[in-house]
Protein backbone atom coordinates (compact mmCIF):
# COMPACT_ATOMS: atom_id res chain seq x y z
CA UNK A 1 0.00 0.00 0.00
CA UNK A 2 1.63 3.64 -1.34
CA UNK A 3 1.36 6.12 1.35
CA UNK A 4 2.49 9.81 1.00
CA UNK A 5 2.26 11.34 4.09
CA UNK A 6 2.85 14.97 4.80
CA UNK A 7 3.62 16.77 7.98
CA UNK A 8 4.98 20.54 9.32
CA UNK A 9 1.97 22.43 8.18
CA UNK A 10 0.13 25.03 10.53
CA UNK A 11 -0.38 28.68 11.10
CA UNK A 12 2.58 31.15 10.73
CA UNK A 13 2.88 35.01 10.54
CA UNK A 14 3.72 37.12 7.72
CA UNK A 15 7.47 36.69 7.11
CA UNK A 16 7.69 33.60 8.94
CA UNK A 17 9.08 29.85 7.97
CA UNK A 18 7.43 26.41 7.74
CA UNK A 19 8.86 23.23 7.14
CA UNK A 20 7.00 20.36 5.41
CA UNK A 21 8.01 16.68 5.27
CA UNK A 22 6.81 14.15 3.03
CA UNK A 23 7.30 10.73 4.18
CA UNK A 24 6.55 7.90 1.46
CA UNK A 25 6.07 4.15 1.70
CA UNK A 26 5.37 1.18 -0.17
CA UNK A 27 7.31 2.38 -3.53
CA UNK A 28 11.09 2.19 -4.12
CA UNK A 29 11.33 6.34 -3.28
CA UNK A 30 14.50 6.24 -5.18
CA UNK A 31 12.91 5.94 -8.29
CA UNK A 32 10.81 8.92 -8.40
CA UNK A 33 10.04 12.46 -9.01
CA UNK A 34 9.00 14.35 -6.14
CA UNK A 35 7.15 17.56 -6.30
CA UNK A 36 4.88 19.71 -3.98
CA UNK A 37 1.77 20.97 -5.28
CA UNK A 38 -0.45 23.88 -3.62
CA UNK A 39 -4.81 24.23 -3.56
CA UNK A 40 -6.01 27.48 -2.68
CA UNK A 41 -9.73 27.82 -1.42
CA UNK A 42 -11.55 27.75 -5.24
CA UNK A 43 -8.73 27.32 -7.26
CA UNK A 44 -6.89 24.67 -9.12
CA UNK A 45 -3.96 22.58 -8.07
CA UNK A 46 -0.26 24.13 -9.22
CA UNK A 47 3.04 22.92 -8.80
CA UNK A 48 5.28 24.92 -6.47
CA UNK A 49 8.83 22.70 -6.59
CA UNK A 50 9.82 19.66 -8.00
CA UNK A 51 13.00 17.21 -7.74
CA UNK A 52 14.75 14.78 -10.09
CA UNK A 53 15.15 11.66 -8.42
CA UNK A 54 18.82 11.95 -7.17
CA UNK A 55 18.26 15.81 -6.74
CA UNK A 56 20.33 17.23 -9.48
CA UNK A 57 18.08 19.00 -10.45
CA UNK A 58 14.83 21.46 -9.33
CA UNK A 59 12.44 23.68 -10.56
CA UNK A 60 9.96 25.94 -8.89
CA UNK A 61 6.89 28.38 -9.87
CA UNK A 62 7.96 31.85 -10.23
CA UNK A 63 5.94 32.69 -7.12
CA UNK A 64 8.08 30.84 -4.68
CA UNK A 65 11.74 31.02 -6.41
CA UNK A 66 14.20 32.46 -4.27
CA UNK A 67 12.11 31.60 -0.79
CA UNK A 68 11.11 28.06 -1.14
CA UNK A 69 13.27 24.96 -1.25
CA UNK A 70 12.86 21.46 -2.15
CA UNK A 71 14.73 18.84 -1.12
CA UNK A 72 15.03 14.84 -0.48
CA UNK A 73 16.28 12.36 1.30
CA UNK A 74 16.40 9.06 -0.57
CA UNK A 75 17.90 7.26 2.59
CA UNK A 76 14.82 8.31 4.18
CA UNK A 77 12.31 8.41 2.00
CA UNK A 78 11.20 11.99 2.33
CA UNK A 79 10.90 15.05 0.43
CA UNK A 80 10.85 18.35 2.40
CA UNK A 81 9.65 21.94 1.39
CA UNK A 82 11.59 24.26 3.14
CA UNK A 83 9.50 27.50 2.88
CA UNK A 84 11.14 31.02 4.14
CA UNK A 85 9.67 34.34 4.21
CA UNK A 86 6.27 33.13 4.10
CA UNK A 87 3.51 35.93 2.40
CA UNK A 88 -0.33 35.44 2.81
CA UNK A 89 -0.75 34.22 -0.77
CA UNK A 90 1.20 31.30 -0.03
CA UNK A 91 -2.03 30.32 2.02
CA UNK A 92 -3.17 26.50 1.00
CA UNK A 93 -3.34 22.70 0.96
CA UNK A 94 -0.11 21.79 0.32
CA UNK A 95 0.08 18.19 -1.60
CA UNK A 96 2.95 15.92 -1.91
CA UNK A 97 3.52 13.96 -5.33
CA UNK A 98 5.36 11.03 -6.16
CA UNK A 99 5.80 10.00 -10.62
CA UNK A 100 7.56 7.61 -12.11
CA UNK A 101 7.09 8.49 -15.54
CA UNK A 102 8.05 5.13 -17.36
CA UNK A 103 5.60 2.81 -15.66
CA UNK A 104 3.14 5.90 -15.63
CA UNK A 105 2.84 5.43 -11.93
CA UNK A 106 1.97 8.65 -10.07
CA UNK A 107 1.09 9.22 -6.06
CA UNK A 108 -0.85 12.03 -3.84
CA UNK A 109 -0.51 12.52 -0.36
CA UNK A 110 -3.34 14.10 1.89
CA UNK A 111 -2.20 17.47 1.88
CA UNK A 112 -1.42 19.57 4.99
CA UNK A 113 -2.65 23.14 5.91
CA UNK A 114 -0.82 26.17 5.47
CA UNK A 115 -1.96 29.03 6.81
CA UNK A 116 0.13 32.54 6.42
CA UNK A 117 -1.97 35.35 8.48
CA UNK A 118 -1.27 38.13 11.10
Known amino acids: QVQLVESGGGLVQPGGSLRLSCAAS????????MSWYRQAPGQERKLVAA????????NYADSVKGRFTISRDNAQDTVYLQMNNLKTEDTAVYYCHAERRGPGLSYWGQGTQVTVSS
Open 51 to 58: ITVIGSST
Open 26 to 33: GITFRYYE
